[in-house]
Every structure is written in structure tokens, then in C-alpha cells.
């Protein structure tokens, strides 16, 4: 197949991009480079790189079989950095991405994300679930965007009859996510190996359910093959306090660094965790990766990429 992805240089969208050309398939990424890396993706005869905002018109030559759109910074410090680049990618980048897979007769694929549950009311979040979300916060860049992108999805899907598929994804983590991303795993992590302070924000007793990359691209490529349009939790459920995942990195990395509390981020979701039971269904998909086992891979890959030297 011939596969677009957007964002495709990211951490995500680079393990996407991975996979679809280990099953031989020919990849297009478009990317600006904004928070992905070149370094990120190893060029070779089956992928082309076009580095540009998604946000203006695309051009593509030839046969497209699917519109992947995965760009968009999604780190809440990015949150303050990049709030209007957040804004346009949902909203401009999402109708691009849509009108490329119109004039090219392909299939749409959106990556959304647990943020369209904002702090949710309804434990864990089932895709029924409509959400809680603060139209004005810091955070409202992101979830609001991703809402009209699903909302927009939803329109060409029924409007002018595009196969689509939405994700939301739940925390993710992994190899290529940047030490200096800002989310709370990469932070610990980076902390731990260099005995500095792990900043744990507010009093920890927030909890979020972190799923390992290579189980949500599992989950991607399952979707491809199934005819289903509504949106489709991928995570994994199992949910952990924030003051535990700081105890558990320290205990990994045999740290000697104090776990010390800063103020909690404006609007900072309070509890997380997905219901898969559609993914289960529809996908016969669950994530398998223990978080243990995860954070054990990650904490190699910082030590490989010499986040870890300690000083
Ligand atoms: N967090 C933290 N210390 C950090 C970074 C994040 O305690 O150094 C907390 C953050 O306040 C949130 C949780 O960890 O409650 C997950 O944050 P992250 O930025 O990874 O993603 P989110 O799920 O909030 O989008």
C-alpha cells in the first residue's frame, strides 16, 4: 500500500512508520519538524520524506491508499510553547489531511487521544463517554483541537462518504520519546539516571495508565483491517498513582534521587484509565507489555542515547 503519514518523524509516527515499511508498504511522511526528528526515521528507497507544515496545502503525487494524520505536538509543555501551532494542526492540518485522502480516493486514519475526556467524570473512560473538558484552559489547545478533528473526521466520514477510523490514545511511552518531551515518564526517567530531583506535581495521587508504544501500534495496524468508523480506545489499563510510578523509576534505576512535589499544571486530569472492551471486541487487541518490562526497555534506550551519564 501507499501510506501518508503525518507526524511521521515523531515518536509515534516514526514507530508507524517502522513497522509499515518492515511489512512492505511504500510510506510518505510529511513533517515540519516542530517537535519530530529526522534522526528518527531511517530514509531508504520505500519512504519519502517532505518536510512541511501540514497546516498548508498538500501535494501528493501518485496512488494513496491511506491518510495516516498523527502530527501534532502532545506534550502538555507544549501545551504553553506551541498553543496556536496545537490549534492549527487539529483544526487546518486535520481538513489538509482529510482533503488529501478525498482527491486521492483513500482511507482516513486519525490519531485522537484520551484528552477529549478531559477530567473525566465517568471512571474508567468508555468512548461513550462525551468528557469533561474546560473549553478556556492551558489544556484546552490540545483536547479541543483533537475534538474538532474527531468532529471533522465524523463530517467527511458521513458527508462525503471517506472510510475513516479514530483512535484515542491513552499515555504512551517508549524508545524515541524525547528526554526533554515534558510528560511524566520521560522526566522521571531522565531525573532518576542523573540523581536529580523527580518532581513529582501536586500530591501524586493522580493516576494515568501508560501503555508501551509497540502495543499501540499493534492496536493501529489491527484497525486498518476492520470496518469500524466510531472511535476506538487504545491503552493499557493498567492505572497507576503518579507518587508510585516515581517510586518504581527510582527503584529501576537503583537512584538516589529525592522524590520532591511541585504545583499540579492548570487543569491536570485527576484520574485516567481506558475501558478496551471495544478494542477487545472489534480488534481481539489488548496491550500485553507490563509496565515493568516497559520502563526496563526505556531506561536502556535513555542509557544508549546517554541520558544516563551520570556526572
Ligand atoms: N507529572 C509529574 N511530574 C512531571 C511530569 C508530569 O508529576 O515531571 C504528572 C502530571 O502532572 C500528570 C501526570 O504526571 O498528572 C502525567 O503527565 P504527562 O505530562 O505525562 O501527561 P498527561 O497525562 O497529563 O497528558
Known sequence: MHIVITGGAGFIGSHLVERFLSLGHQVIVIDNLITGKLENLTLNKDLTFIEQNVCKYI???GKVDWVMHFASPASPID????????????????????GVAKAKK??????????????????????????????ISERSVYDESKRFAE??????????????????IFNTYGP?????????????????????????????????????????IEGVTKLLDVDF?????LGNPDE???????????????SNSEIIFKPLPEADP?????????AKQILKWEAKVSLESGLMKMIEYYKEIKVGIKI
Not at 110 to 134: C, M, R
Not at 151 to 168: E, L, S
Request: avoid cysteine; glycine fraction near 4%; charge should be positive.
Open 106 to 135: 483513500a482511507k482516513f486514519f486519525l490519531a485522537s487521544t484520551s484528552e477529549v475526556y478531559g477530567d473525566p467524570l465517568e471512571h474508567p473512560q468508555k468512548e461513550t463517554y462525551v468528557g469533561n473538558v474546560d473549553p
Open 151 to 168: 468532529a471533522t473526521t465524523m463530517a467527511y466520514h458521513r458527508f462525503h462518504k471517506i472510510d475513516t477510523r479514530i483512535i484515542r
Open 79 to 98: 501545551f504553553k510553547k506551541l498553543p496556536i501551532q496545537i490549534l492549527k494542526v487539529g483544526s487546518s492540518g486535520t481538513i489538509n489531511a482529510l
Open 59 to 61: 501535494e501528493i503525487e
Open 176 to 216: 524515541r520519546m524525547r528526554p526533554e518531551d515534558g510528560r511524566v515518564i520521560s522526566n522521571f526517567i531522565s531525573q532518576a539516571l542523573t540523581n536529580k530531583q523527580i518532581t513529582v506535581y501536586g500530591d501524586g495521587t493522580q493516576t494515568r495508565s501508560f501503555q508501551y508504544v509497540t502495543d499501540l
Open 229 to 233: 468508523h466510531d472511535p476506538v480506545n
Open 240 to 254: 497507576y498513582t503518579i507518587l508510585d510510578l516515581a517510586k518504581i523509576i527510582k527503584n529501576l534505576t537503583n
Open 270 to 278: 485527576k484520574r485516567r484509565r481506558p475501558d478496551i472492551s471495544r
